[in-house]
């Protein structure tokens, strides 16, 4: 039996030795996806030329963080405000008139004041809707123009008309419904709405209030902004840490709450072989490394761990021109991250994970090896087995 063993031990030996020097032997072995020198190898074949092989480095990864930065709307939109409130068309004015006694213009009698002197009551007129051309109507006065003036103005505008038929006119203008200084709210909103916009209540904050405040975890929601042809976004939680960001809207701004809870795919020797969420403001590297469980002490390759991507074009000064790129526009990438390195452990820090990206460990060439052992090992053990039975 030592004999046979041995014997056995030292042919398995060679046929591991030789398996190592033919290319693909181990591939009909089970695995989780391709080793790192498969994935090395890819850069040399004509139909993977569209795919960019990048080895992490700290410039790599300072400048993809750089990128990924979020555009503050302090910075995009600025603080711009509302200003003087000039109304438009839709929007309902009421409009109060007083006139000095004894002249009655509007039918009101002047009522006995302090002394005996007459005191004039006001007159208050229905609600007058701006109509689409920019008027309203007040007797005596006329088609007043409204759209696109101050309250005063219109008011300013009543008097001047009515200066020589009433006697010593003053008039009031309010606005009880605006629907032409507007912004709407929707989304993953309790309520989606049209929010007025009056001076003291116009940021941003105060129109997801309006509108019942967002449904979903505020770390997990991103306020998308629209503004004419502009689309702007910022995570929520960053707009509630920094008030800065909770700037004035203007009217016709469109702020949409929307649930997005990124996500990366976990893959290979790692704890974790699952689509993991990510919080909207990003993680870095190490986080999602953390998440899915870290390396597989047992099957890892520290010197195989990759992160697949479809890049922007612009993103970096690519390595093999002409850089190719996807029908949309995006460019299939590979990073490639040797945690062997002290150095890279600052690095998994700095690089920041993006929606959709595949996080792939390969599993050490020993591994394959042993799963190699194992499949001779149960089929050559049942016959070694038969032979000391004298079978």
Request: a neutral charge.
């Amino acid at each position: 039996m030592p004999f046979i063993t041995l014997n056995f031990l030292r042919h398995a030996s060679l046929a591991v030795a030789s398996c190592s020097l033919l290319s693909g032997c181990f591939s009909i072995l089970p695995t989780v996806g391709p080793t790192r020198h498969q994935i090395d190898n890819v850069k040399a074949k004509a139909d993977a030329a569209a795919i960019q092989f990048v080895k992490l480095d700290d410039a790599i990864a300072s400048r993809l963080a750089a990128e990924r930065k979020p555009h503050l709307f302090s910075e995009t939109l600025g603080s711009a405000r509302l200003g003087t409130r000039a109304v438009g068309p839709g929007d309902v004015l009421a409009v109060t008139i007083w006139e000095a006694a004894p002249a009655t213009l509007f039918g009101v009698a002047p009522t006995p004041g302090f002394n005996g002197i007459s005191v004039a009551r006001p007159t208050e007129l229905p609600d007058q809707p701006i109509d689409d051309d920019g008027t309203i109507y007040v007797p005596f006065a006329g088609r007043v123009p409204a759209a696109g003036k101050s309250l005063q103005e219109i008011s300013a505008a009543i008097v001047a008309r009515l200066e020589k038929k009433a006697n010593q006119p003053q008039a009031f203008v309010r606005l009880t419904h605006s629907f032409a200084s507007n912004a709407t709210v929707v989304g993953e909103v309790a309520t989606s709405t049209r929010v007025p916009l009056v001076p003291g209540s116009e940021r941003l904050l105060d129109a997801l209030a309006a509108a019942g405040g967002v449904r979903d975890p505020v770390t997990k929601t991103t306020i998308q902004l629209t503004r004419a042809d502009s689309v702007y976004s910022l995570p929520l939680e960053t707009i509630i840490r920094d008030p800065h960001q909770n700037i004035p809207l203007l009217p016709g701004d469109v702020v949409t709450a929307l649930f997005q809870p990124y996500s990366f795919t976990a893959l290979g020797a790692s704890g974790k072989n699952e689509e993991i969420n990510f919080e909207s403001q990003g993680i870095s590297l190490a986080q999602a490394m953390a998440r899915s469980g870290g390396l597989l002490d047992q099957r890892s390759n520290a010197r195989g761990v990759f992160v697949f991507r479809f890049e922007s074009k612009d993103a970096l000064d690519w390595p093999q021109q002409p850089v190719k790129t996807t029908p949309s526009g995006r460019v299939p990438t590979v990073y490639r991250i040797d945690l062997t390195d002290p150095q890279s452990l600052f690095l998994i820090q700095n690089f920041p994970m993006a929606d959709r990206d595949v996080l792939y460990v390969s599993n050490a060439p020993i591994t394959e090896v042993e799963k190699f052992l194992n499949v001779l090992f149960s089929v050559a053990y049942p016959i070694l087995a038969g032979k000391s039975a004298g079978l």
